[in-house]
């Protein structure tokens, strides 16, 4: 039986009542209190999305796994040894502290950087290893560079985990789609000599970084573009994946194009949002693709718009993961019984 992708949107969502493998989900407190509560950045918005998916009809779609931290050596795949050694040991400038923003820092926040870096790892080992969907629920640090941190970002999670994958985990071809409101710009440049990974940006011009690096797609939108001019650029991206026929996807699925964003500017709905994630996922599904979802940037005020956008998001990820996961299940019975 040929499954049409689109088709798993008509299930309903409430009903958990079919055979849902849960999709696993990085996710610590520190997230949230490694955050100084003084910082102009949203804290606390790690923990309210945990507590509305725990306490929603979907929690069942959702398994919670805690982080370890990442070693020195993860970071090393991708990082300067002296960037590393210097945050590690709180030496960073007062410049460079600046620039990654995130003040004042907490006596947790080492940890903090370290176990979203090891989240990203583990969900990055687990669809390597079984396929499907995960996630962490906190990451997409795509303006960290190799030698400096900028814009939330210390380390970047997404380059580590694209270069630990192409060189030992069995990956011949990553793809990163970074559809978050900035531009994915330390990831591209500290992915552009690596063979065997594709970076892809859609992004506001308008945003930071002011400067732009260069992926080897770009598509640069305007101000207020709103849900159509958003999902075309989505729908082309969908095209350049299908010709690069990658193995393994990172998405960079952050929220801040929400027309209710403090910082985003492009103007896009919840529902647009929804039918970004949905055109993604449906991708996924028809290609039984491993991915990666990082949560990425949000920042509406109040916040609850951005916490119902990754609500979506998280919700959506585990309903795909669960077709994957089944069609692999029976793809490996048909196998077991001689079949194709
Ligand atoms: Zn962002």
């Not at 309903?12 to 520190?30: A, N, R």
């Not at 030698?147 to 210390?154: E, L, Q």
Request: aromatic share 8%; glycine share 10%.
């Amino acid at each position: 039986m040929t499954r049409n992708a689109s088709d798993i949107w008509r299930e309903d969502v409430g009903d958990c009542s079919y055979s849902q493998v849960p999709m696993p989900i990085w996710y610590h407190d520190i997230y949230t209190t490694g955050i100084h509560r003084d910082s102009r950045f949203p804290r606390e918005r790690y923990r309210i999305l945990k507590d509305r998916i725990q306490n929603s009809q979907n929690s069942g779609l959702i398994e919670f796994m805690s982080p370890e931290c990442a070693s020195k050596e993860d970071l090393l795949t991708s990082h300067d040894p002296d960037f590393i050694r210097r945050f590690l040991d709180g030496e960073l400038g007062e410049k460079e502290v600046n620039r990654i923003g995130l003040k004042p820092w907490t006596d947790s926040f080492v940890e903090r950087t370290l176990r979203i870096m090891g989240g990203s790892l583990s969900a990055l080992k687990r669809v390597c290893e079984f396929g499907g969907i995960s996630g962490n629920m906190a990451g997409g640090t795509h303006h960290s560079h190799a030698g400096f941190g900028a814009g939330y970002c210390v380390f970047n999670d997404i380059a580590v985990c694209a270069v630990k994958a192409t060189e030992s985990l069995g990956i011949a071809r990553v793809a990163i789609l970074d559809l978050d409101v900035h531009q994915g710009d330390g990831t591209a440049t500290m992915l552009k000599d690596i063979e065997g990974a594709l970076t892809i940006s859609v992004h506001c011009k308008d945003n930071f970084p002011f400067r732009k690096a260069i992926s080897d797609h770009d598509f640069p939108l305007n101000s207020g573009v709103g849900d159509v001019g958003y999902l075309e650029k989505v729908s082309e991206c969908l095209e350049i994946l299908e010709d690069y026929d990658p193995d393994l996807l990172l998405f960079q699925a952050g929220v801040d194009s929400l027309e209710k964003d403090g910082l985003g500017k492009m103007n896009v709905t919840r529902g647009g949002m929804r039918a970004r994630n949905r055109m993604v996922f449906s991708y996924l599904v028809e290609k039984s693709l491993p991915c990666v979802i990082f949560m990425g940037g949000g920042y509406a005020k109040p916040i609850s718009h951005t916490i119902d956008a990754f609500y979506d998001l998280f919700i959506d990820g585990a309903v795909a993961n669960g077709y994957i996961q089944r069609g692999n299940k029976s793809k490996s019975r048909k196998q077991a019984n001689g079949g194709v």
